[in-house]
């Protein structure tokens, strides 16, 4: 899952490189779109968006990575978000919570995420590296989760598997997203109610 990143309570320099970040993201996007991965450069994105190769670098190691959406920042926010959840609700209701709050910063971008699901379905070998930073993203959460659960083997557990649920849960309501003009936190609220019942199967149509 990536990860939207909030520019509320920044400074205008943060705000700029943010911005820039966006650019270069909408840039690459774009252009692979159009192009195909192997028919675009760094160089091809960054002109498009009037910066150097290497100011291209200072946010991105490669083509690829621009094409993710991926933020440390973001990470750290989603994480920040979940410590501000009260102790008392349960592992998987403040995922819940914070998940549904980072629907809403995904359907804010709806046209550019569709963008980004296209270009992961032409090109296939996008989804090794969105699965390889996807799992340290989820390690740092998880993490994160076993921080609210009681200490040991047995938390610890919990945390894993609660968070792996959640991420797919939001994974799955993410892709339907991609196919119906549905707010999307209404349909990452629709897939958490069915985990939380237990995954009870669909009654037979009338």
């Known amino acids: ?42 160089e091809d994105i960054a002109e498009a968006v009037d910066v150097s190769s290497r ?18 920042r973001a990470e750290a926010e989603l994480i920040e978000r ?31 995420w569709l963008l980004r699901l296209k270009v ?17 993203a989820e390690r740092r959460l998880v993490a994160a989760v076993a921080g609210r659960l009681p200490e040991g083997p047995s938390g610890t557990a919990h945390a894993e598997l609660v968070t792996a649920v959640a991420l797919t849960a939001f994974r799955v309501a993410v892709l339907r997203w991609s196919t119906v003009d549905i707010p999307l ?12 019942e237990g995954l009870p199967d669909p009654n037979p149509p009338a």
């Open 120 to 136: 992961f379905e032409q090109n296939p070998s996008l989804l090794l590296k969105l699965f390889s930073g996807g799992a340290e």
């Open 55 to 72: 100011t291209f670098f200072n946010y991105f190691p490669s083509k690829e990575d621009a094409l993710l959406g991926r933020s440390p």
């Open 82 to 112: 979940l410590a501000r959840v009260p102790a008392e609700m349960s592992a998987l209701a403040a995922l819940r919570l914070v998940l549904l709050d980072e629907a809403e910063r995904v359907q804010e971008r709806r046209e550019e």
């Open 1 to 42: 899952m990536t990860i939207v990143e909030s520019t509320e309570e920044l400074g205008r320099r943060d705000r700029k490189k943010l911005e820039t970040r966006a650019a270069l993201e909408r840039a690459a996007l774009t252009l692979v779109a159009e192009r195909g991965l192997a028919g675009v450069t760094v």
């Open 185 to 196: 936190a209404g349909l990452v609220d629709e897939v958490f109610s069915q985990v939380a």
